[in-house]
Structures are given as structure tokens and as C-alpha cells.
């Protein structure tokens, strides 16, 4: 059974600019969430999702939005991108809203300039 | 104050040694999950401990929840540089229910 999958991989955006990240789930698997990972913060709760809506969410602010899909796809936005918003972002996925086990995909290293 | 409390924050041995790897709260938790996570990469999960005193074992990773569902370890025995990562411990917090992760354990094993 295939993994969890990001895309990009590598990102570079300058400040102002938006950027859209993309994961696709494990087959079968109908519950996404989105962490921010840096160096300083560590692991931080961006959102979950789960049949197309969104069950919880971490505190960040509104520029930070996402979505799902009725495949269980789904892709986070971040918009007028901060020198701060350079992480990592990590997508996992689990079976059902609320279920601790989760799988994480590769990340998406974003760069902001 | 992290929710999940990791120590020590930084760990090097040699290869060989065992070490045990802490992961504490004041919260009680339904479950807690261990992952390792190599540079660029994201968290690969290790176990999940769902009962209190629950030990389990993967090869030479032994995993333990504590009896109050507060806390959890995990020992190397013989660590080798296969070994060497960031490990996390990851719980859904009580209050918010959104899932915590402790700052980390980063482990070097030298050959």
C-alpha cells in the first residue's frame, strides 16, 4: 500500500506571495491533518480534516487555510507568506477523525525569502 | 509549557550502549505514539501504547506506557548508527483534542 505523498517537495516563495501544498492520502484513509515543523516551535497542529470538513484547528492565524477533497486529497494555502512561515510541513493521515495513530508523508520544505 | 515533556533533549553514545529516552506529562492520555524522524523526512511511526503499563517490544526498541497513562519510555538496547534520529512522542491532548508532540529526543549513535 502506497504511502502518504507531498507535493512539492522544495518550495521558494518570497514574502507576500501565497503557496499551495498538496497531499494524498493513504488508500483508504479518509482523515488528513497538517503540522508545521520548525526548529524552534517543534511539531505544531495546523488543522484536520475529515470527509471534506474540517474537524479541528491549531492556533494560527486565518492566512493559513486548507481543504479536502471527496477522495480524501487534500491541500493547505497559506497566503502573503511571513519570513516565519518557513517550515516544514507535514501531512499525515489516519483511518477516522480522531484516531491517534497517524502516518506522515516525506514534507514539503517550504522557504520563504 | 509543552503538554509532553521529552528528556534528555539531546542524546550521543557509542555505538553499543543502551539508552532510555523519557516522555512525560501531568495529562492523562488514551494513547501515546513514538515516532523517528530523519533529517528532511517526515516522522515514521514506532509504536502505539494504548494500555497503562502496557510494554511492547520492536527488535531492540522497548516501549512502555506508564500505569497512570501519564508517561511513557523507550529503551535501545545495543544502539547502533541505524538508530541515530529525532524521536517524538505524540499524544491527543484532552483538552483540545488535537494531537502534541513533545520537542524531541535527537539521538547520535557513533560507530
Known amino acids: 500500500k502506497a504511502g502518504v505523498t507531498q507535493t512539492p517537495r522544495y518550495l521558494i516563495k518570497t514574502r507576500g506571495q501565497q503557496v499551495t501544498l498538496s497531499c494524498s492520502p493513504i488508500s483508504g484513509h479518509r482523515s488528513v491533518s497538517w503540522y508545521q515543523q520548525t526548529p524552534g516551535q517543534g511539531l505544531q497542529f495546523l488543522f484536520e480534516y475529515f470527509s471534506e470538513t474540517q474537524r479541528n484547528k491549531g492556533n494560527f492565524p486565518g492566512r493559513f487555510s486548507g481543504r479536502q477533497f471527496s477522495n480524501s486529497r487534500s491541500e493547505m494555502n497559506v497566503s502573503t507568506l511571513e519570513l516565519g512561515d518557513s517550515a516544514l510541513y507535514l501531512c499525515?493521515?489516519?483511518?477516522?477523525?480522531?484516531?491517534?495513530?497517524?502516518?506522515f508523508g516525506p514534507g514539503t520544505r517550504l522557504t520563504v525569502l | 509549557t509543552q503538554l509532553l515533556e521529552q528528556s534528555p533533549q539531546f542524546l550521543s553514545i557509542q555505538e553499543g550502549e543502551n539508552l532510555t529516552v523519557y516522555c512525560n506529562s501531568s495529562s492523562v492520555f488514551s494513547s501515546l505514539q513514538w515516532y523517528r524522524q530523519e533529517p528532511g523526512e517526515g516522522p515514521v511511526l514506532l509504536v502505539t501504547v494504548v494500555t497503562g503499563g502496557e510494554v511492547k517490544k520492536l527488535k531492540r526498541l522497548t516501549f512502555q506506557f506508564g500505569d497512570a497513562r501519564k508517561d511513557s519510555s523507550l529503551h535501545i538496547t545495543a544502539a547502533q548508527p541505524g538508530d541515530t534520529g529525532l524521536y517524538l512522542c505524540?499524544?491527543?491532548?484532552?483538552?483540545?483534542?488535537?494531537?502534541?508532540f513533545g520537542a524531541g529526543t535527537r539521538l547520535t549513535v557513533k560507530p
Open positions: 505524540a499524544g491527543r491532548s484532552p483538552v483540545f483534542n488535537d494531537m502534541r
Open positions: 499525515a493521515s489516519s483511518l477516522n477523525v480522531g484516531t491517534d495513530t497517524q502516518y
